[in-house]
């Protein structure tokens, strides 16, 4: 269970990993999430599902190695067993046939969205897809963007490959009719900035929020996000919600709460690690 079939580095830090659970890749649909766990005292982190083959029982999780515990992730190798996971979990995707769909993946969301927009194009939709990384080193998944895709559209912050930015999506929502766009990312700023680019042009756009979560399932109310002034939990409620509705405000400032403990435990972890290294070496000489 949760063994590790395949692992690959598709950017600096952005890991791609596949494994084995077949009760998940039987069960989950694009949108959903699973909750790791590096051993029985490590934290609680979600990763959203970037794809599944149930005839394998594969799932398939993409993600930056930012803090301890995904940098534990990281560090296992194929064969090796993810301790813990708990999915599918959250709400499916709106999958239906809209008409013209524009899916926006930024950094590691990326192969998240890959995943749904593929399902939009199975159900007849016109595809058009954005995928965004702050620079080209840190762009992944673009040939199979293009492959599922009417139309791809690349964007850099730095403006190293593509476009800088994304004013230019506002050219794409004048020059044809979009019925619904879709965003991932977990930068709430670029989320933020996409709805405030369509909300002009009255397009549904829906956003899936990463808050900070533990348990998953509705119990602890870590991920409480207020969307049309009411109180939603992202983990039973979403985690994919109407845009124009989110109080961005709210979501920022909680995002930010335990930004100081989490850079304390990586600088913690990482120098335990050195000291261990640092005696295993002096046992071998």
């Known amino acids: 269970m949760n063994r590790i079939l395949v692992k690959k580095e598709l950017a600096p830090k952005i890991k791609l990993i596949e494994f084995e659970n077949r009760d998940i890749a039987s069960k989950a649909k694009p949108g959903q999430f699973?909750?790791?766990?590096?051993?029985?005292?490590g934290e609680r982190f979600p990763l959203t599902i970037s794809g599944i083959d149930p005839g394998k029982g594969m799932v398939r999780v993409i993600f930056n190695e930012v803090g301890k515990s995904s940098k534990r992730l990281g560090a296992l190798a194929e064969g090796e067993e993810i301790g813990?996971?708990?999915g599918p979990l959250g709400n499916p995707a709106e999958i239906e046939k809209f008409g013209t769909v524009l899916c926006f993946g930024g950094g590691v969301m990326t192969?998240?969205?890959?995943?749904?927009?593929?399902?939009?194009?199975?159900?007849g939709n016109r595809?058009?897809?954005?995928?965004?990384?702050?620079?080209?080193?840190?762009l992944i998944l673009k040939d199979?963007?293009?492959?599922?895709?009417d139309k791809l559209y690349v964007s850099t912050d730095d403006g190293s490959e593509g476009y800088k930015g994304l004013d230019f999506l506002r050219d794409i929502l004048e020059g044809e009719k979009v019925d619904r766009v879709i965003g991932m990312s977990v930068a709430t700023a670029t989320l933020r900035t996409l709805c405030e680019l369509?909300?002009?042009?009255?397009?549904k756009t829906i956003v899936s929020l990463t808050p900070i979560m533990l348990d998953g399932t509705g119990m602890c109310g870590v991920c409480r996000v207020v969307v049309g002034g009411q109180t939603k939990f992202a983990c039973v409620d979403g985690p994919e919600f109407d845009g124009h509705l989110v109080d961005w405000d709210l979501l920022e400032s909680r995002k930010r709460v335990y930004s100081h403990e989490e850079r304390v435990s990586t600088l913690l972890d990482e120098q335990v690690g050195k000291d261990c290294a640092s005696r295993f070496q002096q046992t071998r000489k």
């Open 198 to 203: 369509t909300r002009p042009y009255g397009v």
């Open 34 to 41: 699973v909750v790791i766990q590096m051993g029985e005292k």
């Open 127 to 138: 595809v058009i897809t954005v995928i965004g990384a702050r620079n080209k080193e840190l």
């Open 84 to 86: 813990n996971v708990a």
């Open 111 to 123: 192969g998240p969205m890959a995943y749904e927009a593929a399902a939009f194009k199975k159900a």
């Open 144 to 149: 199979e963007m293009n492959a599922l895709s």
